[in-house]
C-alpha cells in the first residue's frame, strides 16, 4: 500500500482535529490524571490487554479465513487514534485521560505489535514472519499526527485562554465537517487513491464481527471504568478509548510491514462504521442525559457554561 496524495491529506486532517482536542483540554486536568491515576491505569489495561485477548476469543471460534484473523488482531494491538479523541470532545467525556490513553498506549505499542502480530501468526497461519515497526518513522508519525496538534491546543488555551474559549465552538464544528468528510474519503474514493477498496462479499463477511468487537469494546472499558469506582463520564471515556484504535497504523502494519491485502480487510472494515457507532454511543448518553445516572455530564456542560459567562 503506497502513500497517495489522499493519505497525506488525510494526515493534515486528523492533525487539525487534534489540535482541536488539545483545545479542550485544561492543564489542571492533565495534573489530575497523573496525581489520580487509576483511571489511566484501568483505561491501559483494558486496551492493552483485556481488548486482544477479547478479539482472540472471538475471532478464535469463528470460521473466517486465517489471515483476516491476524488482521483482526493487528487492529486490536493498535492503540486508540484521533477518533477516540475527537468523540470525547465533541460529547464532553474525560477529555484529558483521552489525549493521555492516546500518548501512552502510542507509545507502548511500538513494542507490543510485533510481539502480539508474530503471535497471531503462529497461532492462526503455522507461520512466523519477524517484523518490526520502524521505530522512528513511527514515533515521528505519532508525533506530528498527534502530540504535536495535541500540545499546541493546550498550549494554547494554558497562554490565550480568552482566546481559546472564543475559537473552541467554531473548531468543533470545523472538526466535525472535517470528520465526514475523511470517512467519506475512505468509502467512497478508488483504492488506487487511498480508499477502502473494499468489496461487497469482504464487507458483509466481515462486518458481524467487526461489529460484535466494536460494542464488546465500549462495554469491556465501561464496565472496567465503573467497577474501579471512577465515575460514570471517566469510563464511558474509557470505553471509547477501547472500542475505537488507530486503523491508520493497522494498515501501516498489515499493508506496508506485512504486504498482506486481506489482513488489511478488518481495519478498512473498521475505519467505515466505528466512528458511527461511537456516535450512536454519544448520542444514547446524551439522550439519557437527564437521569441521574448521568448527570455528570450535565454537571460538566453546565459548569462550562456558567464558566464562559
Same mark, same amino acid.
Given at each position: 500500500?503506497?502513500?497517495?496524495?489522499?493519505? &497525506?491529506?488525510?494526515?493534515?486532517? #486528523?492533525?487539525?482535529?487534534?489540535?482541536?482536542?488539545?483545545?479542550?483540554?485544561?492543564?489542571?486536568?492533565?495534573?489530575?490524571?497523573?496525581?489520580?491515576?487509576?483511571?489511566?491505569?484501568?483505561?491501559?489495561?483494558?486496551?492493552?490487554?483485556?481488548?486482544?485477548?477479547?478479539?482472540?476469543?472471538?475471532?478464535?471460534?469463528?470460521?473466517?479465513?486465517?489471515?483476516?484473523?491476524?488482521?483482526?488482531?493487528?487492529?486490536?494491538?493498535?492503540?486508540?487514534?484521533? =477518533?477516540?479523541?475527537?468523540?470525547?470532545?465533541?460529547?464532553?467525556?474525560?477529555?484529558?485521560?483521552?489525549?493521555?490513553?492516546?500518548?501512552?498506549?502510542?507509545?507502548? $505499542?511500538?513494542?507490543?505489535?510485533?510481539?502480539?502480530?508474530?503471535?497471531?501468526? $503462529?497461532?492462526?497461519?503455522? /507461520?512466523?514472519?519477524?517484523?518490526?515497526?520502524?521505530?522512528? +518513522?513511527?514515533?515521528?508519525?505519532?508525533?506530528?499526527? =498527534?502530540?504535536?496538534?495535541?500540545?499546541?491546543?493546550?498550549? #494554547?488555551?494554558?497562554?490565550?485562554?480568552?482566546?481559546?474559549?472564543?475559537?473552541? /465552538?467554531?473548531?468543533?464544528?470545523?472538526?466535525?465537517?472535517?470528520?465526514?468528510?475523511?470517512?467519506?474519503?475512505?468509502?467512497?474514493?478508488?483504492?488506487?487513491?487511498?480508499? %477502502?477498496?473494499?468489496?461487497?462479499?469482504?464487507?458483509? %463477511?466481515?462486518?458481524?464481527?467487526?461489529?460484535?468487537?466494536?460494542?464488546?469494546?465500549?462495554?469491556?472499558?465501561?464496565?472496567?471504568?465503573?467497577?474501579?469506582? =471512577?465515575?460514570?463520564?471517566?469510563?464511558?471515556?474509557?470505553?471509547?478509548?477501547?472500542?475505537?484504535?488507530? =486503523?491508520?497504523?493497522?494498515?501501516?502494519?498489515?499493508? $506496508?510491514?506485512?504486504?498482506?491485502?486481506?489482513?488489511?480487510?478488518?481495519?478498512?472494515?473498521? +475505519?467505515?462504521?466505528? &466512528?458511527? $457507532?461511537?456516535?450512536?454511543?454519544?448520542?444514547?448518553?446524551? /439522550?439519557?442525559?437527564?437521569?441521574?445516572?448521568?448527570?455528570?455530564?450535565?454537571?460538566?456542560?453546565? /459548569?462550562?457554561?456558567?464558566?464562559?459567562?
Amino acid at each position: 500500500m503506497n502513500l497517495t496524495y489522499i493519505d &497525506f491529506l488525510v494526515s493534515a486532517v #486528523l492533525a487539525t482535529i487534534m489540535f482541536g482536542v488539545g483545545l479542550s483540554i485544561n492543564l489542571n486536568d492533565l495534573q489530575k490524571i497523573y496525581r489520580s491515576p487509576k483511571a489511566f491505569i484501568l483505561g491501559l489495561v483494558s486496551q492493552m490487554i483485556l481488548l486482544p485477548l477479547m478479539v482472540f476469543l472471538i475471532i478464535g471460534f469463528t470460521d473466517l479465513p486465517p489471515t483476516i484473523k491476524v488482521g483482526f488482531i493487528i487492529l486490536a494491538a493498535c492503540p486508540g487514534g484521533t =477518533t477516540s479523541g475527537f468523540v470525547t470532545v465533541l460529547f464532553r467525556g474525560n477529555v484529558a485521560l483521552s489525549v493521555s490513553l492516546i500518548a501512552v498506549n502510542s507509545l507502548i $505499542t511500538l513494542a507490543t505489535i510485533p510481539l502480539l502480530v508474530n503471535l497471531a501468526l $503462529t497461532v492462526f497461519t503455522g /507461520k512466523h514472519s519477524p517484523f518490526e515497526l520502524p521505530l522512528v +518513522a513511527s514515533f515521528l508519525q505519532i508525533f506530528f499526527i =498527534t502530540l504535536l496538534p495535541a500540545i499546541s491546543g493546550v498550549l #494554547l488555551r494554558y497562554f490565550r485562554e480568552k482566546l481559546a474559549a472564543k475559537i473552541e /465552538k467554531p473548531v468543533r464544528t470545523v472538526m466535525i465537517i472535517l470528520f465526514a468528510g475523511v470517512y467519506a474519503i475512505i468509502a467512497f474514493a478508488d483504492e488506487s487513491s487511498g480508499g %477502502s477498496g473494499i468489496t461487497g462479499a469482504d464487507l458483509w %463477511s466481515i462486518l458481524p464481527y467487526a461489529v460484535l468487537i466494536n460494542f464488546a469494546g465500549f462495554a469491556v472499558g465501561l464496565i472496567m471504568g465503573l467497577v474501579g469506582k =471512577t465515575g460514570l463520564r471517566t469510563s464511558w471515556t474509557i470505553g471509547v478509548e477501547v472500542a475505537l484504535q488507530n =486503523t491508520t497504523l493497522a494498515l501501516l502494519v498489515a499493508g $506496508t510491514l506485512i504486504q498482506s491485502n486481506e489482513m488489511v480487510k478488518p481495519a478498512l472494515v473498521y +475505519a467505515l462504521f466505528s &466512528f458511527w $457507532t461511537a456516535l450512536i454511543y454519544g448520542i444514547a448518553v446524551k /439522550k439519557t442525559d437527564r437521569s441521574t445516572l448521568f448527570g455528570e455530564f450535565r454537571e460538566i456542560r453546565e /459548569k462550562k457554561k456558567s464558566g464562559n459567562r
